[in-house]
């Protein structure tokens, strides 16, 4: 898709100039498993992504990373249509919800989301952010100091999740997805990734520079269309 999202100044500032689509018929979806562990208690997530069903059946995957039914990390937009984050660790689970539900299908939404769990205050050990916007979220924090399952060496999926069978997609995104960043090792602000745009007060992309990615880290803005490999559409420009 070549929809283009610009930036605050018009048109001289930053554009997005490609998304990639999902298409949940074709169990569409991109996967990595790093070759080894990262930072696994701070990491942050941002994408723009735009949703393709007005009315979830069933959740639909944004970011995952699954070993089993019993270790798993997932943000997602549930069949309620709020935005959440699960994590699961040996059958103990935490779960954070938005409380804005994401309805429409005709704009992009930014999402950034944050963990850090040496942080003291529950509330401040993950974070959610939706069009520049801190999201009140209900549910139960990560445990302070704990380790989830993002930047472990187990398989992490972009829009998907890994099935409980085999290591194929699941619970598929249907939409699409653009300026993907993941951040190993350090919990950036949403203003590291958008700004209010000085004409409309909207919430806009900017240029993203100086941030440092760490071990499993990747940014991913699907420049090169020519192919669907990990060194075309797949390729890390961090």
Not at 20 to 40: E, I, Y
Not at 106 to 113: A, E, G, I, M, R
Not at 155 to 168: D, E, M, P, R, V
Request: hydrophobic share 30%; aromatic share 12%.
């Amino acid at each position: 898709n070549n929809s283009v999202m610009m930036g605050a100044s018009g048109a001289s500032a930053y554009e997005i100039e490609r998304s990639v689509r999902f298409n949940k018929a074709d169990s569409a979806a991109m996967s990595r498993t790093p070759s080894s562990a990262g930072n696994r208690k701070k990491w942050t997530f941002s994408c723009w992504f735009k949703k393709s069903l007005v009315l979830l059946s069933t959740g639909e995957c944004i970011f995952t990373a699954k070993q089993d039914g019993s270790w798993n990390d997932v943000i997602s937009i549930g069949s309620d249509e709020k935005l959440s984050f699960k994590q699961e660790n040996n059958n103990t689970i935490k779960q954070c919800y938005s409380t804005r539900l994401i309805k429409d299908c005709t704009s992009w939404y930014h999402l950034v989301v944050t963990q850090d769990t040496t942080q003291s205050t529950a509330a401040n050990r993950l974070k959610m952010w939706i069009n520049g916007r801190q999201e009140t979220l209900t549910g139960n924090f990560p445990n302070q100091d704990s380790d989830g399952n993002f930047n472990r060496d187990i398989l992490h999926y972009i829009g998907a999740t890994k099935s409980s069978s085999n290591n194929n997609p699941d619970f598929e995104f249907n939409g699409y997805m653009a300026e993907i960043h993941f951040i190993d090792g350090t919990a950036y602000d949403h203003e590291d990734f958008g700004e209010i745009s000085s004409t409309t007060g909207q919430w806009v992309a900017k240029e993203v520079s100086g941030l440092t990615y760490g071990t499993n880290g990747f940014y991913l803005n699907f420049s090169d269309n020519s192919d669907v490999t990990a060194t075309t559409l797949g390729k890390d420009q961090a």
